[in-house]
């Protein structure tokens, strides 16, 4: 990838000209194609907008066909260039790639298959072309109509095109076409594209969740403050998926987001958006840490320090269902104890037991009742130190009461 081209501008590219006849003469466009672009090229916009208005699948038709059959990259790029602009004048004019007279066509994949082989401005431009196409096809409900045509080829899907994008903006996350715009443009792309529910199953599939987090970060240039808030947009549109919000909540972008709050004071409205995204990820993570989530972590007998476990809120929202099925869950704990081999359950466990003991007004009674103390006292002399330090918590808890046990533990 050379430079000259990683930083060219549609304005730049728009300038060339291009040999429309010789295409013509070695049959790459048909006599219709080279009327249509002759009418419609180095014109101005608001002739061009007529064109388009008047007779716009067309246009599309015959953009997309040189994309499939012309590989020169000066016309690739200039192709592009003509798209790009014709959607950045009107957005909704993306809707033209899924005109029914168009069924027969496979619109999207040239620009799938240039997310991959061509230069930087080849791939920019394609993502961001395929974005605003996907984003403007039909609902389900008008794609009868759309498809209803009998398709002589198979055609590119609209999950092999999502698939596609995730997977390319994963990489560009992860390791940028361009040095400064590879990763701002794979966000924006995201941010869109975030909004359909199948979008953000795909991209906590291909573990994409982590990539946002080192974006999250207080900010000084206008450009980062940009990217910044089109990253909060994306984690905001995951933080509606469930999955999502478990690898969020064990990620670091709740910190991260916080961070960026205390020192985002001048930008008002990026304050409120970030404050807002906060709460709605708070909400949710408490959601998910509610007392169902508890019992099937402690059912299935592996433990690990989520965050309820720590959440004093948790602990006294949810002590009394401690109690349910003659308690069920304890007695699941304290089994736990004499059963697992998993240094990191154990800890947890005894940790569990101890703020069993220090929320539930007779909790050191029903924990002595049920034998907890000595299995307890057993794993004091285990070898790992998490699990020696949590049950020698849990017997001063036991011994001393959570009042005293809570002054030993400062």
Same mark, same amino acid.
């Given at each position: 990838?050379?430079? +000259?081209?990683?930083?060219?501008?549609?304005?730049? $590219?728009?300038?060339?000209?291009?040999?429309?006849?010789?295409?013509?003469?070695?049959?790459?466009?048909? %006599?219709?194609?080279?009327?249509?672009?002759?009418?419609?090229?180095?014109?101005?916009?608001?002739?061009?907008?007529?064109?388009?208005?008047?007779?716009?699948?067309?246009?599309?038709?015959?953009?997309?066909?040189?994309?499939?059959?012309?590989?020169?990259?000066?016309?690739?790029?200039?192709?592009?260039?003509?798209?790009?602009?014709?959607?950045?004048?009107? =957005?909704?004019?993306?809707?033209? *790639?899924? +005109?029914?007279?168009?069924?027969?066509?496979?619109?999207?994949? =040239?620009?799938?298959?240039? /997310?991959?082989?061509?230069?930087?401005?080849?791939?920019?431009?394609?993502?961001?072309?395929?974005?605003?196409?996907?984003?403007?096809?039909?609902?389900?409900?008008?794609?009868?109509?759309?498809?209803?045509?009998?398709?002589?080829?198979?055609?590119?899907?609209?999950?092999?095109?999502?698939?596609?994008?995730?997977?390319?903006?994963?990489?560009?996350?992860?390791?940028?076409?361009?040095?400064?715009?590879?990763?701002?443009?794979?966000?924006?792309?995201?941010?869109?594209?975030?909004?359909?529910?199948?979008? !953000?199953?795909?991209?906590?599939?291909?573990?994409?969740?982590?990539?946002?987090?080192?974006?999250?970060?207080?900010?000084?240039?206008?450009?980062?403050?940009?990217?910044?808030?089109?990253?909060?947009?994306? $984690?905001?549109?995951?933080?509606?998926?469930? =999955?999502?919000?478990?690898?969020?909540?064990?990620?670091?972008?709740?910190?991260?987001?916080?961070?960026?709050?205390?020192?985002?004071?001048?930008?008002?409205?990026?304050?409120?958006?970030?404050?807002?995204?906060? %709460?709605?990820?708070?909400?949710?993570?408490?959601?998910?840490?509610?007392?169902?989530?508890?019992?099937?972590?402690?059912?299935?007998?592996? /433990? +690990?320090?989520?965050?309820?476990?720590?959440?004093?809120?948790?602990?006294?929202?949810?002590?009394?269902?401690?109690?349910?099925? +003659?308690?069920?869950?304890?007695?699941?704990?304290?089994?736990?104890?004499?059963?697992?081999?998993?240094?990191?359950?154990?800890? $947890?466990?005894?940790?569990?037991?101890?703020?069993?003991?220090?929320?539930? =007004?007779?909790? !050191?009674?029903?924990?002595?009742?049920?034998?907890?103390?000595? !299995?307890?006292?057993?794993?004091?002399?285990?070898?790992?130190?998490?699990?020696?330090?949590?049950?020698? /918590?849990?017997?001063? !808890?036991? *011994?001393?009461?959570?009042?005293?046990?809570? *002054?030993?533990?400062?």
């Amino acid at each position: 990838m050379t430079m +000259d081209h990683s930083d060219l501008t549609t304005e730049q $590219v728009l300038r060339r000209d291009i040999p429309w006849e010789t295409y013509m003469s070695t049959k790459l466009i048909t %006599g219709t194609g080279l009327q249509l672009l002759r009418r419609y090229d180095k014109k101005p916009e608001n002739y061009k907008a007529q064109l388009l208005d008047d007779d716009g699948p067309s246009y599309i038709r015959v953009l997309v066909s040189i994309l499939r059959d012309i590989f020169k990259e000066e016309t690739v790029e200039y192709v592009l260039a003509l798209i790009d602009e014709m959607l950045t004048a009107n =957005p909704t004019r993306a809707r033209l *790639f899924h +005109d029914t007279s168009l069924a027969n066509e496979d619109t999207y994949e =040239p620009f799938l298959r240039l /997310l991959w082989k061509g230069n930087w401005f080849i791939q920019e431009k394609s993502c961001k072309i395929l974005s605003l196409i996907v984003s403007a096809r039909p609902k389900p409900q008008d794609a009868a109509i759309a498809n209803g045509s009998s398709k002589s080829k198979e055609l590119t899907t609209i999950d092999d095109v999502l698939k596609g994008l995730v997977e390319w903006l994963c990489t560009q996350l992860k390791k940028p076409s361009h040095p400064s715009r590879g990763i701002p443009t794979a966000i924006s792309c995201l941010a869109t594209l975030l909004k359909e529910p199948v979008v !953000r199953s795909l991209f906590v599939q291909a573990d994409g969740v982590k990539l946002l987090v080192p974006l999250i970060s207080p900010v000084s240039s206008q450009q980062s403050i940009q990217l910044l808030y089109e990253t909060c947009l994306c $984690v905001w549109l995951l933080s509606y998926y469930e =999955p999502a919000i478990e690898q969020l909540g064990a990620s670091r972008a709740l910190p991260h987001l916080i961070e960026v709050v205390k020192g985002s004071t001048k930008e008002k409205d990026l304050l409120e958006a970030l404050n807002q995204l906060e %709460g709605g990820l708070q909400d949710n993570i408490k959601k998910l840490s509610s007392f169902d989530k508890y019992k099937q972590e402690v059912l299935l007998g592996h /433990l +690990d320090w989520s965050l309820m476990h720590k959440d004093p809120m948790f602990w006294r929202e949810n002590i009394t269902k401690f109690e349910e099925n +003659d308690f069920q869950i304890l007695r699941v704990l304290i089994t736990i104890l004499d059963t697992s081999t998993d240094p990191r359950t154990l800890a $947890v466990a005894c940790f569990d037991l101890s703020q069993f003991i220090q929320y539930h =007004p007779a909790g !050191r009674i029903i924990v002595t009742d049920l034998k907890a103390k000595e !299995r307890v006292m057993k794993l004091m002399n285990h070898e790992n130190p998490e699990v020696t330090k949590n049950a020698l /918590l849990c017997i001063q !808890r036991l *011994f001393l009461g959570a009042k005293y046990a809570s *002054f030993l533990q400062a």
